[in-house]
């Protein structure tokens, strides 16, 4: 199936979120701007999805998200990384970059330290990631 053709579960400024049939979560973040709060709406929707859903994988298409503001880096790294939102406490998440230089810059702000996020620039490679992820 598509990604494109994936049933949307929640949509905002910031993005959507889509279920893929392979049991994991699509975060496609809109080329925007965001409204605030938006992009913490989406992400505290995402960690009940999952826990509903009892998924612990995501794909995050992260080619067209726009740079984040320092409040919204903030709130990622002190609150969605560190696991203080519910949310299945071990994630595995693939990003898809497209091989976007800036792209890959902005996921790198926003990891904790010493953290790599799997990041690949094509869906099949990321998609075969969480395959892996089982």
Same mark, same amino acid.
């Given at each position: 199936?598509?990604?494109?053709? @994936?049933?949307?579960?929640?949509? *905002?400024?910031? !993005?959507?979120?889509?279920? +893929?049939? #392979? !049991?994991?979560?699509?975060?496609?973040?809109?080329?925007?701007?965001?409204?605030?709060? /938006?992009?913490?709406?989406?992400?505290?929707?995402? !960690? =009940?999805?999952?826990? /509903?859903? !009892?998924?612990?994988?995501?794909?995050? /298409?992260?080619? +067209?998200?726009?740079?984040?503001? =320092? #409040?919204?880096?903030?709130?990622?790294?002190?609150?969605?990384?560190?696991?203080?939102? $519910?949310?299945? *406490?071990?994630?595995?998440?693939?990003?898809?970059? &497209? &091989? /976007? $230089?800036?792209?890959?810059?902005?996921?790198?702000?926003?990891?904790?330290?010493?953290?790599?996020?799997? $990041?690949? =620039?094509? @869906?099949?490679?990321?998609? $075969?990631?969480?395959?892996?992820?089982?």
């Amino acid at each position: 199936m598509s990604i494109a053709a @994936l049933p949307i579960v929640f949509e *905002n400024t910031a !993005g959507i979120i889509a279920a +893929h049939a #392979d !049991g994991y979560a699509l975060v496609r973040y809109h080329a925007l701007t965001r409204r605030s709060n /938006d992009l913490q709406n989406l992400l505290e929707y995402l !960690g =009940s999805f999952l826990i /509903d859903q !009892g998924w612990q994988r995501i794909l995050c /298409d992260a080619r +067209h998200m726009q740079a984040l503001t =320092s #409040d919204e880096q903030r709130w990622v790294r002190e609150q969605w990384y560190p696991n203080n939102v $519910t949310r299945p *406490n071990q994630l595995s998440t693939a990003y898809l970059s &497209g &091989g /976007d $230089t800036a792209v890959k810059l902005l996921l790198e702000e926003i990891a904790p330290s010493a953290q790599i996020l799997p $990041t690949f =620039s094509s @869906l099949r490679a990321a998609q $075969t990631y969480l395959a892996e992820c089982l």
